[in-house]
């Protein structure tokens, strides 16, 4: 099979990347193996909101300038980085996927916890930090675990706002409560996305509306679009957000569809459930790509893309000494020294969050030091940065994804 670039993993980076290509016209195959840390994530896209040691970070030009040389955004510059933000902007808005939030000005969201956390791009139903005191109603399912509405009210009691804690009962759902374990916000949403259920959505959230100037839902709807969310926002007597639940989580599968969806309608070739076992490198280049299921067809393709993930989707794989890069056992950015990998404190940032692909500015992954010219490195399998501690992921996997199709595309299709 023959593809212009074929693409090692679907997630965030991979379908990024993806996009952009199969809208430039090229002929691109993304293999995936399973889930992506879209369906884990909150649907809230970070760029950078600390350095390495910890501080705060204020203009993202003076941070990028701070950022040690192996960070993916100091590979890239700061130049480069803004602009691939904002075109991943408006690309993910090309994909129906409405966020608020802009590179110049994070905003901060309200955690299932009550916590701020701060994000480049939030989904439009995320709670942002209230801007007065409105009298919230923190609205939780009976016997839904995932959600727990007491925590959240109190947490931001704490903190000064005005919240209380209420329950909707929902008889719809009673199918779902005879078992504990199918009672998660994924399966909530399968019954409660269905147009029959939006009246008794509607009957027990409207009195709480008239009582409250602002009211927390856990986000149990809106799986493929926000269509009932809007429907909602229009109807209620006060405005309605959603709180991501423990995962799976809804917002972050919408994401991971519209994607997907937007993928196949540009052209691309989805290859999902199969995975790339093995690769032929011979003079500098990749040549050609086996997967599980076409054990004897390999892939052919002018440029590979690896976008295989971090240790969290194997792209990377930790032994007892070492940690190694699965497909291509590429050179790893990593410690020697076990003892090394890990810091006593857990609350830390940790050493192995950094560890992954080491790769030159143009992001050609390198083996024992060489470059491989068509093969680019994205996403959370690169080292160099702690999506955790930093707040970066959704950023570098976004940034590098539009850093590698923008190269690709400028060497043209066919030779
Ligand atoms: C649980 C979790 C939650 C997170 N939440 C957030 C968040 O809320 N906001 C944020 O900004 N960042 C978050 N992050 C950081 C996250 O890593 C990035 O934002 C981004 O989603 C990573 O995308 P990716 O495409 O690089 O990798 P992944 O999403 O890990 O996708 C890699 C894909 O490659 C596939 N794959 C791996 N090996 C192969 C192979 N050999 N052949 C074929 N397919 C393969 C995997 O099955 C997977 O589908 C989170 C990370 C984790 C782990």
Known sequence: MQFDTVIIGGGLAGLLCGIRLSESGQRCAIVSRGQSALSFSSGSLDLLSRLPNGQ??????DAIAALPATHPYALLGEARVRDYATQAQQ???GCGLALQ???????????PLGALRRAWL???EAPL??????????????????????????????????????????????????????????????????PEQYAQLYDALYPLSQRYDLLYLPACFGLTDNALFTRLNQQLACPLRLLPTLPPSVPGMRMQHLLQQHFIRSGGRWMPGDEVISARVSNGQVTQVWTRKHE???LRARHVVLASGSFFSNGLIAGRDRVREAVFGLDVLQSDNRNDWYCDDVFDSQPWQRFGVKTNAQLNGLRQGEAISNLYVIGSVLGGFDAIAEGCGGGVSAVTALHAATQIIAQGGDE
């Not at 705060?56 to 030009?61: F, R, Y």
């Not at 329950?167 to 949403?189: G, H, K, M």
């Open 56 to 61: 705060p970070v204020g203009a993202l030009g």
């Open 91 to 93: 690309l993910l808005a």
């Open 101 to 111: 939030g802009d590179i110049d000005s994070p905003h901060l969201h309200v955690t």
């Open 122 to 124: 939030s989904p439009q």
């Open 129 to 194: 930090k209230p801007e007065s005191n409105p009298h919230i109603g923190v609205v939780g399912i009976s016997d839904f675990l995932d959600f727990q509405p007491q925590l959240l009210a109190a947490a931001l009691c704490k903190r000064g706002f005005n919240a209380c804690s209420e329950e909707i009962a929902l008889p719809t759902l009673d199918a779902l409560r005879d078992n504990p374990s199918e009672f998660r916000a994924v399966n909530i949403a399968r019954l409660l996305d269905a």
């Open 296 to 298: 004897d067809i390999p």
